[in-house]
T-cell receptor
Framework: GAVVSQHPSRVICKSGTSVKIECRSLDFQATTMFWYRQFPKQSLMLMATSNEGSKATYEQGVEKDKFLINHASLTLSTLTVTSAHPEDSSFYIC???????????FGQGTRLTVV | GQNIDQPTEMTATEGAIVQINCTYQTSGFNGLFWYQQHAGEAPTFLSYNVLDGLEEKGRFSSFLSRSKGYSYLLLKELQMKDSASYLCAVMDSNYQLIWGAGTKLIIKP
C-alpha cells in the first residue's frame, strides 16, 4: 500500500506552547487528508478533513483556532496544536487519500504529552 | 444519526476462530473497512467490502450484508500477535469514514 509518514512520533511540550505535526504522503498525491485524535481505550475521533488548497472542514466541537490545519500541497498537511494544555495530550493520527482511492492510508501517529 | 456498533471486548484461545460483528446505520454506503490497531500504534488496513459476500484474505475473512447493515471479521488460527483492537468503519455517502468504537480482542494461550 501507499506510504504516509507522520512526524514526530512522540513529543512532549510545556503547557502554553505550540506543537506542529507533519503528515506526508510519500508515493502518491493526497487530495484529501484526515486528522484524528484518539484518547486511551477509545476509537478514532475525526477532528477535521482537509482538501489540498482549501480550508479544512472541522468536526463539531473541534476548535479551529486551536487546531490549525494546513494542506498547502498534495503531499503535505500539518496540524498545529496552539497553546497546548494537558487535556490536549492524546494520540494524533493523520490519514491521506488520493483522488481515485477509497482507502485512506494512515500515518504512524503522534503521541503528544503536554506537561 | 449515524451509528456503528461492535462488541467492546472479546476473548478467544490461541489456534481457535473468532468472529467480530459490526452493525451499522449510516447515511449512504460506499464500503465497509476493517482495521487492526495494536496499542499505541496507528490502525492498519485489513479489508474492504462494498458488495455483499465474503472476502477471504489468508487467515482473515470479512463478510458484508448491505440489506442487513451487517458485517463480520473472521479470524482463523488465532495467534498471540492477533491480540489487538479491531475497528469497523463505514464510508458514507460523502465518502467520510464513520468509525466504530473498536473491539478489543484478547487471545489466551
Amino acid at each position: 500500500g501507499a506510504v504516509v509518514s507522520q512526524h514526530p512520533s512522540r513529543v512532549i511540550c510545556k503547557s502554553g506552547t505550540s506543537v506542529k505535526i507533519e503528515c506526508r504522503s510519500l508515493d502518491f498525491q493526497a487530495t484529501t487528508m484526515f486528522w484524528y485524535r484518539q484518547f486511551p481505550k477509545q476509537s478514532l475521533m475525526l477532528m477535521a478533513t482537509s482538501n489540498e488548497g482549501s480550508k479544512a472542514t472541522y468536526e463539531q466541537g473541534v476548535e479551529k483556532d486551536k487546531f490549525l490545519i494546513n494542506h498547502a500541497s498534495l503531499t503535505l498537511s500539518t496540524l498545529t496544536v496552539t497553546s497546548a494544555h494537558p487535556e490536549d495530550s492524546s494520540f494524533y493520527i493523520c490519514s491521506a487519500r488520493g483522488a481515485r482511492d477509497t482507502e485512506a492510508f494512515f500515518g504512524q501517529g503522534t503521541r503528544l504529552t503536554v506537561v | 444519526g449515524q451509528n456503528i456498533d461492535q462488541p467492546t471486548e472479546m476473548t478467544a484461545t490461541e489456534g481457535a476462530i473468532v468472529q467480530i460483528n459490526c452493525t451499522y446505520q449510516t447515511s449512504g454506503f460506499n464500503g465497509l473497512f476493517w482495521y487492526q490497531q495494536h496499542a499505541g500504534e496507528a490502525p492498519t488496513f485489513l479489508s474492504y467490502n462494498v458488495l455483499d459476500g465474503l472476502e477471504e484474505k489468508g487467515r482473515f475473512s470479512s463478510f458484508l450484508s448491505r440489506s442487513k447493515g451487517y458485517s463480520y471479521l473472521l479470524l482463523k488460527e488465532l495467534q498471540m500477535k492477533d491480540s489487538a483492537s479491531y475497528l469497523c468503519a463505514v464510508m458514507d455517502s460523502n465518502y467520510q469514514l464513520i468509525w466504530g468504537a473498536g473491539t478489543k480482542l484478547i487471545i489466551k494461550p
